[in-house]
């Protein structure tokens, strides 16, 4: 059932999860919410929506590319490659930040995945897009660390990335923080796109009805020199529409010192519709082209086996029992449930630590770009992608929060990134 906690049987629990979120110490997956806010799904799943609409993923590819422009277009063709990714990625917000609001009335608490928990699933979309496979793996359990890759074999589009978060709490807000970063492949066009993941926070907490705002800016940074720079705002206390975001693209990093010096403006709700101008200034509904439609777009939903044909750590098999324990909102149920996957990890992990065999990843690779695979300096005529695009973008190539940039407050530490393995995707019997 679609309930919020503005029923008089859930606000007792709400009230006590509200207290428990003032102290609590910065792991959302510790907090215990009442059951009507938890969601039966993993979110090791949530990778799915960097796909939901596989047409928009590849549309750069289906572009002419530069060797087929004459030169004199060939920059308002890379022109029209940034804009293309640009409004794949304004289409991937509504899945990514909407859907719970959607299907279960309000934003929810995730299954926290445990390590080497893994979700795959592919989109069968006709004509000139194709299949589109989707692998995704819980990388680490502490803190949680989601990798994913996306891939569509009929355009030689590979998409991958991962994400954690970190959280801390104000008066009426969860405020998330969000690390790591997607990479965009386009083989046949030798062009690859870093994607940096935006702030947000979650609102409607007094209410019981949690959704989720973005916030600050996140970028795309493309190895043909376009730079897209998105802002994020949303329902001001005096003005302003919810979901609300203005993006310009520029023709490098070093140009968008001056916002005038945009090539194209976007402007709109990224849950609803944006309109594209020329140059620096806000296209405005009534004068402008449309750029997207949220709501005109349907989400292509991807297929997964059936739960049993599929083995025994992939999400929806794994945890089938307490999602169902949640949908009869049963709680000592979805705590006996949850305690069994727990407990089996525990043994795990201890297992682990008598025999000295660590856990190793199924699909993805960590790896560390302060000394990258121990390169010497005669690699650095072929610089990897990640460098090459952070360096174009002035973004940190440490793990600060997505979208720092070098030389900010976060630009240091770590700097170990994952990555997608194809060989051992492939070794596992799989396709793309
Ligand atoms: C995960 C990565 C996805 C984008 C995304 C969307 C919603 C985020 C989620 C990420 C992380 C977990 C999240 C969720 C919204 C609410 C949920 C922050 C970043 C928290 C853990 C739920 C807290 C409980 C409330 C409902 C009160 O690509």
Redesign the pocket.
């Known amino acids: 059932a679609t309930t919020t906690g503005s029923s008089s049987a859930n606000s007792g629990s709400w009230t006590s999860f509200l207290k428990s979120i003032a102290s609590f110490n910065g792991d959302?997956s510790s907090?215990t919410?009442p059951p009507f806010?938890l969601s039966p799904t993993s979110?090791v799943e949530?990778?799915q929506?960097w796909a939901e609409h596989p047409d928009l993923l590849v549309a750069a590819n289906q572009l002419p590319t530069p060797e087929q422009a004459s030169s004199s277009t060939a920059e308002a063709m890379a022109l029209k490659r940034a804009i293309a990714v640009t409004k794949w990625f304004i289409s991937t917000l509504k899945s990514?930040?909407c859907s719970r609001n959607e299907s279960m009335g309000s934003?929810?608490?995730?299954l926290n995945p445990f390590l080497g928990e893994v979700f795959v699933g592919k989109w069968e979309t006709g004509g000139d897009v194709g299949e589109t496979i989707l692998a995704s793996e819980q990388v680490s359990h502490h803190p949680p660390v989601t990798a994913y890759a996306v891939a569509n074999g009929k355009n030689n589009v590979v998409l991958q990335g991962y994400?954690g978060?970190t959280s801390s709490i104000s008066t009426t807000s969860?405020n998330?923080k969000?690390y790591g970063h997607a990479l965009l492949n386009y083989q046949d066009l030798k062009e690859t796109y870093l994607v940096t993941l935006p702030p947000?926070h979650?609102e409607g907490?007094i209410t019981a009805a949690?959704f989720?705002e973005l916030e600050g800016t996140s970028y795309i940074q493309a190895s043909n020199g376009f730079y897209t720079v998105i802002e994020y705002s949303g329902r001001g206390w005096v003005s302003g529409k919810k979901n609300t975001f203005k993006a310009r693209i520029f023709r490098d990093q070093l140009s968008s010192a001056n916002k005038e010096n945009a090539s194209v403006t976007i402007s709109g709700q990224w849950s609803g519709k944006s309109y594209i101008g020329k140059g620096g200034s806000t296209p405005h509904s009534k004068s402008s082209e449309l750029f997207y439609d949220a709501n005109a777009q349907p989400s292509e939903h991807l297929i997964v086996k059936p739960i049993e044909e599929q083995e025994p750590t992939e999400s929806r098999r794994a945890w089938e029992k307490v999602a169902e324990a949640i949908r009869k909102s049963d709680y000592n149920l979805i705590h006996e449930e949850k305690s069994k996957i727990e407990n089996e990890q525990r043994e795990l992990r201890k297992k682990e630590r008598e025999t000295g065999h660590q856990w190793h990843t199924r699909w993805f690779d960590q790896k560390d770009y302060s000394n990258p695979e121990g390169k010497t300096d005669t690699n650095l005529e072929t610089p990897d992608p990640f460098t090459n695009l952070t360096n174009l973008a002035n973004l940190s190539i440490h793990n600060a929060p997505s979208g720092s940039l070098k030389k900010s407050k976060y630009d240091h530490g770590e700097s170990k990134h994952w990555r997608f393995n194809l060989d051992k995707w492939k070794q596992d019997g799989m396709k793309i």
Do not use: H, T
């Open positions: 959302l907090l919410a806010i979110l949530y990778s929506y990514q930040y934003e929810k608490k995730p994400n978060i969860i998330i969000q947000l979650i907490l949690p989720v």
